[in-house]
C-alpha cells in the first residue's frame, strides 16, 4: 500500500496489465459478428432500408461479417463494387466489438473530412439507433471523453482519424483496424517520409498478436495504380457462386453473361446449360450462394462482388448505365470501377485510340453545285475555325479545329512554330499564320481562324503582350485552373500585370467533354442535337498527334482536404496536341459566334460559298451623259465656255 501511494502509476498500470490478461485468457463471444447484428443492430434513418437489420437480405455479407468473429482469421480484403450493403456491414463490425468484444478499435478513412463526416453521419447515429450501443457511449455533450473522432467505452475505444493526418497513427496500440476506400489514401504522407499509411496503422496491431483484426476494402480504380486490387491479389480471392435455377451449375456472376439485346428485361444466361435466367430468380440463387476460394495457397481472406448479386439495384438499371456509358472512357470506368468492382484497364483507351486512327481519312466529297467528288479543307456542316496554341520552350504548337451546329467538330492540322518566344520574332510568324492563311470550305468559301486562345506558361509576359492589342480579334491568353472541379470558362476574367486579360480555363472539365466525344461510336448528321458533338480526324492526325492527344490517364488523388480524380500526363510522355484541343474548344465559347448561332453561321458560310463560286458580280454599267453640241465641254464661272 505504502508503494502504491508512493508510485501513484504503479496502480493504474497494474490495472492495464490485469485487463489485458483478462481479455487474453478469455473465451471468445458465443456469438458471431451475423448473429450480434441480426439481434441487436438498428439501421438509420440515413438508409433507403432503415430499421432492424436482417442479414438474409444480403447473404453475400454474412462470411465476410464472421470473419471478424472468427479465431485465427487476422487480414480481411473485400474488394467492392457500389450498392452492395458494405458500409453497413462494416458498422456491424464495429457495433459487434464495442459490445461484445470491447477493444482499441481504428477506422482510416481517405482524410480527416472523410472521418468527422462518417463519424456524425453514420457511426453516431448508428450508435443512437442501437440500444445496446447507446447504452455503452454516453453522448459527447455529458461526457468530454466522446467526440466526433474518439469514442470511448468500457473496455475499449473507436479512434476515427484521416489516411493524410500521420499524427492519427502514432503512439497507439489497437486490436481492431479498419482501413476505408484504400484507393483514396493520398500518396504524399509517403512522399513526406511518413511512410505508408497502411504499414503504418498495420504497425498498431503488432503486439497483439494472433487475436487482431486487419479490414482493408475499397472499389477499384485504375489498373496497376488500384491498391485494393493488388492486397486482392495477395489473398486467397473467394468468389461468390450461385446456383442456376435450371441445372444447377454453381458459379459466379459476371458481366459478360448478362443478356439484354432483343429482350424486353436482361436476363442472364447459364454458363453450362445456356438457358437465360430472369432477375425473379435472383433472390433465391444469391440466398443459397457460397463462397469459394480461388487460391488456397493465401492465409489473407479475400472477397470480390459486383452489382449484379446486389438486391439493391436491377440488372434492367445496370443495363441502362452500361449503354449510357458507352463511347465515354471517364463514363466507363466509373461503371467499371463502381458497379463492376473492377479495376479500369487502359486497354479501352488504347482500343478508342486504334478506333480513331482507322477512321481518320480525308475530307472527301461531293457538292451538288460541282459534278463529281473534290477535295476540300473544312466540310460542309464546318461554320468556325478555331485555333489552340501550346507555348513550349522554343516552340509554339497548334491545333486547328473547324466547329459547326452543335459543337461537331472536325481537325484540321497541327503544326508548330520554332523560336525563343520572348523575341517577336516567333509572334511574327503566328501573326502572318493566324492573318493570311486560309482553308477551302466544302461549300466554296475561304475560312480564316476566328478565335484563338495561347498558353500563358511558366513565362506569361510574352503572351500577354502579343494578346492584349488582338482581344478585339478574339485571341486570348488562358491558363489552366489549379482546382479540378473549375468549370469549363470563369465567370470574369483575371486582369494580369500588364494590364491584359488572363482566363483560367476548367481544363480537367474540358478534357473529359472531349474524350467523351471522341468515344461516340457513330456520328449523326449535324442538325440533330444528339449527334452535334461528333468529333472527326483526317488523315492530317498523324501518329505523334494521337500519342499526345492520348498522353494523359486519370487518377484519384487529394485536393484541400478531398478525393478527386484528374487527368495527369503519364511520365515520359508529350501532351501538346491534347491541349492544344483543350485550348481550342475554350476559343470556340470565347470567340465572335455564341454558340446557339451555329446554325445561322453555316448558313453565312454556305451563302459566301454560292457567291465565290458563281464569280463576282459583273461591273454596274455606267450612265451614259446625253449628247452635248459640238464644241461645248463645260461652262465656267462667268458661264462661257472654255476647253
Known amino acids: 500500500m505504502i508503494a502504491n501511494e508512493a508510485h501513484p502509476g504503479l496502480s493504474a498500470l497494474r490495472d492495464r496489465i490485469a485487463h489485458s490478461v483478462v481479455q487474453l485468457l478469455s473465451p471468445p463471444p458465443t456469438l458471431s459478428v451475423s448473429e450480434w447484428a441480426d439481434a441487436y443492430r438498428f439501421v438509420p434513418s440515413y438508409s433507403a432500408e432503415s430499421g432492424r437489420w436482417v442479414t438474409d437480405r444480403t447473404p453475400y455479407l454474412r462470411e465476410i461479417m464472421d470473419a471478424f468473429s472468427t479465431p485465427g482469421v487476422e487480414q480481411v480484403v473485400f474488394k467492392k463494387c457500389a450498392r452492395i450493403g458494405a458500409t453497413e456491414a462494416g458498422l456491424n463490425v464495429v457495433g459487434y466489438f464495442i459490445h461484445q468484444d470491447p477493444c482499441a478499435i481504428m477506422i482510416v478513412q481517405p482524410t480527416v473530412e472523410d472521418a468527422e463526416g462518417f463519424s456524425k453521419d453514420q457511426l453516431g447515429p448508428t450508435i443512437e439507433d442501437t440500444p445496446v450501443l447507446r447504452a455503452l457511449i454516453s453522448d459527447a455533450v455529458k461526457d468530454s471523453k466522446n467526440t466526433i473522432r474518439a469514442k470511448k467505452f468500457k473496455g475499449g475505444s473507436v479512434m476515427i482519424g484521416g489516411a493524410n493526418s500521420p499524427r492519427f497513427f502514432r503512439r497507439v496500440t489497437v486490436r481492431v483496424i479498419i482501413f476505408e476506400e484504400i484507393n483514396g489514401y493520398s500518396t504524399s504522407i509517403k512522399a513526406k517520409g511518413e511512410g505508408d499509411q497502411i504499414k503504418l496503422g498495420e504497425k498498431r496491431t503488432e503486439t497483439i498478436g494472433y487475436r487482431r483484426k486487419i479490414y482493408k476494402n475499397s472499389t477499384p480504380t485504375t489498373k496497376g495504380e488500384c491498391r485494393i486490387s493488388d492486397e486482392y491479389a495477395k489473398s486467397d480471392q473467394r468468389q461468390y457462386h450461385v446456383p442456376c435455377p435450371h441445372c444447377g451449375k454453381r458459379q459466379a456472376l459476371v458481366w459478360d453473361q448478362l443478356h439484354y439485346k432483343d429482350l424486353p428485361d436482361p436476363c442472364y444466361q447459364c454458363i453450362a446449360c445456356k438457358q437465360l435466367i430472369g432477375e425473379r430468380h435472383k433472390d433465391r440463387m444469391v440466398a443459397q450462394g457460397e463462397w469459394v476460394v480461388t487460391k488456397p495457397d493465401s492465409t489473407i481472406r479475400g472477397y470480390h462482388i459486383n452489382s449484379l448479386y446486389s438486391p439493391f439495384v436491377r440488372w434492367a438499371k445496370l443495363r441502362d448505365e452500361w449503354i449510357e456509358a458507352q463511347g465515354d472512357p471517364d463514363a466507363l470506368q466509373v461503371f467499371t470501377n463502381l458497379a463492376l468492382g473492377e479495376a479500369w484497364e487502359d486497354r479501352e483507351v488504347q482500343d478508342l485510340q486504334d478506333a480513331l486512327v482507322r477512321r481518320s481519312k480525308p475530307y472527301d466529297g461531293s457538292d451538288p453545285a460541282i459534278d463529281g467528288p473534290r477535295r476540300f479543307d473544312v466540310p460542309r456542316g464546318a461554320c468556325i475555325l478555331t485555333c489552340g496554341v501550346d507555348k513550349q520552350p522554343g516552340e509554339l504548337h497548334y491545333v486547328i479545329r473547324a466547329y459547326g451546329p452543335g459543337e461537331q467538330s472536325w481537325f484540321i492540322e497541327r503544326g508548330l512554330f520554332r523560336g525563343d518566344t520572348s523575341r517577336p520574332e516567333v509572334w511574327a510568324e503566328l501573326e502572318e499564320f493566324r492573318l493570311t492563311r486560309t482553308w477551302r470550305h466544302e461549300g466554296g468559301a475561304k475560312m480564316k481562324i476566328r478565335a484563338m486562345c495561347v498558353d500563358s506558361g511558366d513565362d506569361p509576359d510574352p503572351v500577354y503582350s502579343w494578346t492584349k492589342p488582338r482581344l478585339a480579334q478574339h485571341v486570348y491568353a488562358i491558363k489552366g485552373a489549379t482546382d479540378p472541379s473549375a468549370d469549363i470558362l470563369p465567370k470574369k476574367y483575371t486582369k494580369t500585370r500588364l494590364k491584359s486579360r488572363l482566363y483560367m480555363l476548367g481544363t480537367q472539365a474540358i478534357k473529359k467533354r472531349l474524350f467523351r466525344r471522341a468515344g461516340m461510336a457513330e456520328p449523326v448528321p449535324y442538325t440533330t442535337e444528339a449527334g452535334g458533338a461528333f468529333m472527326h480526324w483526317n488523315e492530317r492526325a498523324d501518329p505523334v498527334y494521337w500519342a499526345e492527344f492520348f498522353s494523359q490517364k486519370m487518377v484519384r488523388t487529394e485536393f484541400r482536404g478531398r478525393s478527386v480524380t484528374m487527368y495527369v500526363k503519364r ?51 455606267k450612265k451614259v451623259a446625253p449628247p452635248r453640241k459640238p464644241g461645248f465641254i463645260g461652262r465656267g464661272r462667268s458661264g462661257g465656255s472654255w476647253l
Do not use: F, I, M
Not at 575 to 588: I, P, R
Not at 610 to 617: I, M
Open 571 to 621: 511520365s515520359g510522355e508529350r501532351d501538346e496536341s491534347l491541349d492544344c484541343e483543350v485550348y481550342g474548344y475554350a476559343a470556340l465559347h470565347l470567340g465572335p459566334v455564341p454558340v446557339a448561332g451555329l446554325q445561322q453561321e453555316l448558313e453565312r458560310v454556305l451563302k459566301e460559298g454560292e457567291a465565290e463560286r458563281d464569280g463576282p458580280p459583273p461591273p454596274t454599267p
